[in-house]
């Protein structure tokens, strides 16, 4: 049974960051492909940040980039998100999730297989 957990969510200035992170259990970590997305209230679940097995393979909503770094660390089974200079817009709960067969970073939600409980980041303006 693959169980995703995240942590970090809170409330935030904006301008301030938070990090997030995933704890993956249950599964050969290392060989899956692993993403973020997050869910605003009142509209659709969005991509956010992926990352591939290999770790060179990353991808980022263009409303992200230059803010927001995805990173894993295949010997704790986590994956996390340094989110920079947060904005009210980067409201949302963020989810975690894990995708099989992909190498390199995926952007589609639809692909992916194991989804964790969300995490709420809240930024004040």
């Known amino acids: 049974q693959v169980q995703l957990v995240e942590s970090g969510g809170g409330l935030v200035e904006a301008g301030g960051s938070l990090r997030l992170s995933c704890a993956v259990s249950g599964r050969t970590f290392s060989s899956y492909g692993m993403g973020w997305f997050r869910q605003a209230p009142g509209k659709e679940r969005e991509f956010v940040a992926a990352i591939g097995s290999s770790r060179t393979s990353t991808n980022y909503a263009d409303s992200v980039k230059g803010r927001f770094t995805i990173s894993r660390d295949n010997g704790k089974n986590t994956v996390s998100l340094q989110m920079n200079s947060l904005k009210p817009e980067d409201t949302a709960v963020y989810y975690c999730?894990?995708?099989?067969?992909?190498?390199?970073?995926?952007?589609?939600?639809?692909?992916?297989?194991?989804w964790g409980q969300g995490t709420q980041v809240t930024v004040s303006s």
């Open positions: 999730a894990l995708v099989r067969g992909w190498t390199v970073a995926v952007g589609s939600g639809g692909l992916y297989d194991y």
